[in-house]
Every structure is written in structure tokens, then in C-alpha cells.
């Protein structure tokens, strides 16, 4: 924009379209991509002033780069942070995240109902430096409060939770984080600024899985860490600059272009899940809906309040176990079988035998996880069409065929 001091007077759709933009003296009107790895100084002052920090300016693009910038600065204005941090992956936002603000014998209290890959993170790495982890139920309060312990640092949650769309008080978390001294981290790749800012509801950290809906075309893999200046633009962007998991420009770019059309995206995905968890909800083959959106969700009244809408993740019991759930996948046609999300694509998974195969049974019970759940990512076809590539295979299941 014009005058970057501006950006608090905007609406998202317009942050999303243009915030942090810079034009090169070529005037183009898309955002450039930069594929260079270094950049050229006028002068060995001028190079020893930038090494320095005395003065700003692009280095070398492990950690500045012109188009990965413009898309860090859109995102930290969407999600009305001070700092944003873009990096390889997901996962490397939530390892940069850890390992830039914790130390050995530091402790982080989790939500038991969190990406599987952080767990393993959490579980198999972060302890292997001495960081461990406790896991909670995440609609418990009660519980975070009684699992934090004085080394305690960090409590992490995404909300709302996959495959069983449970939700997470963040304005209630932060307060409980902060009267003990610990930072709140939300992963919001479910909702995306558009539908749920949770640094606005006091968490201090957001991370994003840009992968998922920000691309939302299924093309690029990465991710973003946002923040307050001190604790990402310094500690977590000083991690990346010596450990370098970085967002490549193009994937940046590609990035940014997502962002352009997130709010109308988020809005059609709203409006699709909608339709079908309502569909399915009277469906005689159904048992159950897992949607924020339905009064029968026990959350609704927290969803309505945190969140502007209430996503694109729809989750069922069918009746029957896992022979019936499989007998409905297996009969789709147009939706894809795989563990993806966020896509214009629906897609759909059985947690029990897939994301959650690993669990024992036992587990897999205590996590609400029955055997005849299926998830769908809700995409942008036609709801008609979705809702008949379902109904081919529950019509069977209700008529025993
Ligand atoms: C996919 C995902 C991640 C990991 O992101 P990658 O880009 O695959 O590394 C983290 N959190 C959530 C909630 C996710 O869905």
C-alpha cells in the first residue's frame, strides 16, 4: 500500500489483496518474484552496515527476500501482528517457534487433539532437548491450568480441533497463560485470519500451515510464525536466519496470490460445510455431525463468539463402524481419498485407519475417534455434487444394501 501506516484502517479482503506490497522502479502491478540467493551492496561501508544491522536492506535470502517479505508483512497485517516470519513448512513454523523461544528443562502444555506431526515433534525431538511436553483435553480449561508447572513457557493449541471440530477458549487460555507467566501459541490453519484472529483474543503467537487453505490450491508447501516484534520478529527470525528453514520466493508468491482471494474462499468453503453438515445431520445412515456450525454443536455458542464463521471441516458417524464408513468412501467418485485439507478439492479421510491409525484403540476411543468416522475437507464444487457423491454410498448404508 501506498502508506504502510495506513494498514489498521483497512478491512482483511483489502490487507489480503494488498498489504506489503513494494513496487520495483518497473512499475508492475503483480508482486515480483525475487529468485536470487544474495544481493549486491554499493559499497564495502554499505556492506558492513547492513552485516552490522546498523542499517536496513536485503543480505542474503536464507533471510531477507523482497516477495517472502511482502508476503510476511501481509500476513502479519491480516492477522493484526507486529512480526511475521515465513518458513519451509508448517512444521518448521512450530520448530522455529520452539526452538527459537525455549531452552533445555522448559516445559510446553498441549492440546492431546493437535496435527499428528507436532506430536511427534513434540514427542520425539523437543524431548530429545530436554523440552517436554503434557498433553490436555483442550475444551478443559481446568486442565491447562492444573498442568502448568513453574518451567512451564509455552502452551499450544489449533482450535478448532481436526477431525472432531472441538474448540478451544482462546480469550480464557490467554489468561490463564499469561497469570503464570506463559506465552499462548494457536496454530490457526483451520481458520485462517478471515475467520478467527486469536492474537486479537490475547494469544501471543500464531502459527500457520500455509500449505492449507492460504495457498488452498493444493500447490505449495510452508508456513508462518506471527507475532509481537520482540518475541518473532527477534528470537523466532534469528532462529531461521542461523538454522535457515525458508520459505522459497516462488512458493511466497504463489502464497500471496492465495491470500488475494482467501476471504472469498473461506466464505464458499463456510457455505459448502454448512449445507452438507446440515444434509448429513437427517441423513438415516448419519449417527452424528461434528460442525461448529450446528446449535447440536456443544461449542456453538463459543464458536459464534470467536470465530466470524465456522469453517470448512466436517466430520460424521456413520452407522455401521468402519465396513459402513469404508463402504461410503469407496463409493465417492469426486471426492479425493487423502489426508489433505484446505483444498478448492473436498477430500476425505477415515481417521481411525489413517491419521489416527497409530493410536491404540483404546486411545483412539478416549479421543472421541470411533471407527465409523469419516472427514471432509469441504472444497468449492458444486454442493449438489458433494452432497450426491456422499448420498451414493449413505443411501446404501441406510438401505442395508
Ligand atoms: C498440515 C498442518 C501442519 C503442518 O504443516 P506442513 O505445511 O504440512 O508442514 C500443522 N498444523 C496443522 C493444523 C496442519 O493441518
Known amino acids: 500500500m501506498k502508506n504502510k501506516d495506513n494498514d489498521k484502517e483497512y478491512g482483511l479482503a483489502t490487507l489480503a489483496v494488498r498489504a506489503g506490497q513494494v513496487r520495483t522502479p518497473e512499475g508492475e502491478h503483480s508482486e515480483a518474484i525475487f529468485p536470487t540467493s544474495s544481493y549486491v551492496f554499493g559499497s564495502a561501508r554499505e556492506a558492513a552496515a547492513r552485516f552490522a544491522g546498523d542499517e536496513p536492506g536485503n543480505i542474503y535470502s536464507r533471510f531477507t527476500n523482497p516477495t517472502v517479505r511482502t508476503f510476511q508483512d ?3 497485517a491480516m492477522e493484526g501482528g507486529e512480526a511475521c516470519v515465513a518458513t519451509a513448512s508448517g512444521m518448521a513454523a512450530i520448530l522455529a517457534t520452539c526452538l527459537g523461544l ?47 508447572r513453574p518451567e512451564t513457557r509455552l502452551l499450544f493449541l489449533e482450535t478448532p480441533s481436526n477431525p472432531l471440530t472441538e474448540l478451544g477458549d482462546v480469550r480464557a487460555l490467554a489468561e490463564i497463560a499469561h497469570a503464570r507467566d506463559c506465552l ?23 502459527i500457520h500451515s ?5 495457498d488452498g490450491q493444493g500447490r505449495c508447501v510452508g508456513g508462518a510464525v506471527v507475532g509481537d516484534a520482540e518475541r518473532v520478529g527477534q528470537e523466532v527470525f534469528g532462529f531461521l536466519r542461523t538454522a535457515g528453514p525458508t520459505m522459497s520466493p516462488f512458493n511466497a508468491w504463489v502464497f500471496l496470490k492465495g491470500l488475494e482471494t482467501l476471504k472469498v474462499r473461506m466464505q464458499a468453503h463456510c457455505v459448502n460445510a454448512a449445507g452438507l453438515a446440515r444434509w448429513l445431520e437427517v441423513h438415516p445412515a448419519v449417527e452424528r455431525v ?15 463468539e470467536q470465530q466470524s464463521d465456522f469453517g470448512g471441516i466436517v466430520s460424521f458417524d456413520v452407522k455401521g463402524g468402519r465396513d459402513a464408513a469404508w463402504q461410503v468412501i469407496d463409493a465417492t467418485e469426486l471426492l479425493s481419498i487423502t489426508a489433505n485439507l484446505g483444498d478448492t478439492k473436498s477430500t476425505i479421510t477415515h481417521p481411525a485407519t489413517t491419521t489416527h491409525g497409530r493410536l491404540t484403540p483404546e486411545a483412539r476411543a478416549d479421543s472421541g475417534i470411533g ?27 441406510a438401505d442395508g444394501s
Open 74 to 76: 501481509r500476513l502479519a
Open 102 to 148: 525455549l531452552r533445555a528443562g522448559d516445559h510446553i502444555v498441549s492440546s492431546r487433539s493437535i496435527f499428528g506431526t507436532t506430536t511427534v515433534l513434540f514427542n520425539n525431538y523437543l524431548a530429545r532437548c530436554g523440552i517436554e511436553t503434557t498433553y490436555v483435553e483442550l475444551s478443559d480449561n481446568a486442565a491447562w491450568e492444573a498442568a502448568i
Open 184 to 206: 499462548l501459541v494457536v496454530d490457526n490453519c483451520f481458520c485462517t485470519p478471515i475467520l478467527q484472529r486469536p492474537l486479537d483474543q490475547g494469544a501471543d503467537i500464531v
Open 210 to 214: 500455509a500449505t492449507k487453505y492460504l
Open 290 to 304: 461434528y460442525y461448529p456450525g450446528l446449535e447440536s454443536h456443544p461449542q456453538h455458542a463459543l464458536a459464534r
Open 371 to 397: 471407527d465409523g468416522l469419516i472427514r471432509v475437507a469441504v472444497g468449492l464444487e458444486d454442493i449438489d455434487d458433494i452432497r450426491a457423491d456422499l448420498a451414493r454410498g449413505l443411501d446404501a448404508v
